[in-house]
Each structure stands twice: as C-alpha cells, then as structure tokens.
C-alpha cells in the first residue's frame, strides 16, 4: 500500500470523545478535530461487538478516516509453555480479524520476550509462529500488514535490526517504527541525522516502497538502562520530534504517524501542525 502523504491520527479514542469507549464516537471526534486516523487499541482484549465493527467501518469510510491497530499486550511468541504461544497466536489472528471487519490494514503488536534467551533462538521462533499466523490468515482471505513493534526495553524482542530480518522472511510482515522506543532502547537516534540514518537503513533493506507505506508511533518518552520506562507528552520529555519530523519530510516519508503521548490528541495535533508549517 502506498500512500500520498503522512497521516496523524491518535492511539485509541480521543481523550475529549464525550463517549470514551466508543470507538465510532472516537472516529468522529478524530474528524472534528482535523486529525486524520486512529488506532483501535486491543491492548487488554479482543473485545468488538460485530455491529460495532460494522458500524466502524462505516463511519471510517464515509468521514476519510483510516484505521489501524494494535494488538494485546500479553502476547509472548516466546512463552515457556507451548499453549501460551498458541494463546499468542489466536490473539494475533483474532486482532486481524476484527481488525479486517473495522477495514483497517495494519496491525501492529509486541511480538515477544526474550524470558533470558538468546535472541537469534528467539527469532526463530517468532518468525516461525509468523508464518503460520500469515497462512492461517491467506485461508481466511484477510490480507493485513503485520507490524511487530519496535520495542522500547532491552528484555523485549523487536530491536530495529530483528524487525528488518523479519520483514525479509515473513512477506506480510513490515516494522511498526516507534521512534520514541527506538530512541529508549538504544540511547542515540533523536537528532535529524540519526533519524536520516534509520530511514536511509531501511530503505536500504527493505527497498524504497517501505518509506512510502509507513506506521509510526510517536510519543514523549522516559527511560532508563534498561529502556523505556512511560510515555509522556512530548513537551515533557528529551525526544526530539521536530528533528524526526523534519527527517520523515526530507525522505519524503508517507503513512501512518500515531501519537500514544498520554494527551493524545493534542499532541497529535502538535505533530500534525508542526508538520504542515515546514
């Protein structure tokens, strides 16, 4: 999929949706705001009423609104026990299903954790279980981006490195780029030229197209040695968003930018604003 610019959009509804739980009241709200997408969140379940999913895709359709989402946290691909790596499994393919039915194309969720185990020992099992999830769903004829997530702790999988590999061996398979964990993870990457240096990266591996069909999450963020630690809103914390939206312009980078600051909107706003003065 590709897309003619970047779109900004919130990570579940709006805190100013008079109807929280709502997620149809959430798209309207998205809209009124002058926003341009919003991410289901599943984070604690996969709980979605068939016609409130119907009824999400109606309205995001006629409002212009794309959805995305993302997947529950307790997915663990890299479990002790084998069936609470099938649980992890169902939970992907049951996010892609009512994901599909709400007509969003990209998933994103935290594939694993490495439970002290190698990290090569680790991929495989995570692009194992990938490939059987992207089968089960070709049967199913639900075609969705699968985001595995940058993650933001060093006792998670998802380093930008694995989820380069990963999209090389698992073909629905793309990054979600979380910038704000990337830059907790590692320490570095929050000036424009690192910022440039990661796009240019996966560019590189991954072929143009990938910079014209990204998703993005962008939040403040605070950290410590072993990674992130919360998010926060941007002007609370050192993440150099400016410098990141700067580099995403100047390669000419288009898709979704999600904001899971905890102000949600508002700093989605301030991303989208900031975005369109340069």
Sequence with gaps: MRFEKLLFGTAGVPNCTVKKNNPIEGVKTVHSLGLDCM???????????????????????ELGIPLTSHGPYYINLNAREQDKIDSSVERIIQTAKISDLCGAE?????????????????????????NVIEERLGRLDIQIELRPEL??????FGSLEELIQLAKLVNSCSPCMDFSHLY????????????????GTLK?????????????????????SKGDLKHLNLNDSDFNWKELLKALKDNNCTGYVICNSP?????????????LSM
């Design 106 to 130: 990209s998933m994103t969720f935290h594939a694993a954790f490495y439970m002290k185990d190698s990290p090569f020992d680790v991929f495989d099992l995570v692009e194992k279980s990938l």
């Design 204 to 224: 590189n591996e991954l072929g143009p197209n990938t910079l014209q069909n990204m998703h993005i999450h962008i939040s403040g963020i605070s950290s410590n």
């Design 39 to 61: 991410q289901l969140e599943f984070a604690h379940g996969v709980r979605m009423k068939e016609e409130v999913s119907s009824g999400l895709r109606k309205a995001s359709y």
């Design 184 to 199: 907790a993870r590692t320490g570095i990457h929050n000036n424009y030229n690192g910022f440039c240096d990661v796009l």
């Design 263 to 275: 102000n949600l909107e508002k700093d989605a706003k301030m991303l989208k604003d900031y975005y």
């Design 151 to 156: 993650t933001g702790k060093t006792s998670q």
